[in-house]
């Protein structure tokens, strides 16, 4: 009997499971930013940081990273990966 299929299969399972930093898991969070980092393009809600891309949208208020303030109630949509989140959508929340 030949095992190598079985084995295979088991270690590609166990691969996709045993590795979750290459998964992209997608959330959201609302609240008030906190604090601004420049330097780094990034800001702080709810005791999270989220970094900005050049793919990050802004609707209802902020046009651009320089829009925002500390202080403002903001609805973000963020990917997560390798341990950062990256802010995909920010929006003012009412």
Do not use: C, W
């Not at 969070?29 to 802004?58: C, K, M, N, P, W």
């Not at 320089?66 to 950062?84: E, I, T």
Request: proline share 4%; net charge negative.
């Amino acid at each position: 009997m030949n095992l190598f299929p079985h084995a295979l299969a088991a270690s590609l399972l166990l691969g996709t499971v045993a590795n979750p930093v290459l998964a992209d898991s997608r959330d959201s969070l609302e609240g008030r930013i906190q604090s601004i980092d420049a330097a780094r393009r990034s800001f702080v809600v709810g005791g999270q940081t989220l970094l900005t891309t050049a793919a990050t949208d802004y609707d209802d208020g902020p046009e651009s990273f320089a829009d925002l303030k500390p202080g403002m109630k903001v609805k973000v949509d963020h990917s997560q990966r390798g341990g950062q989140r990256f802010a995909r959508d920010v929006e003012l929340d009412d």
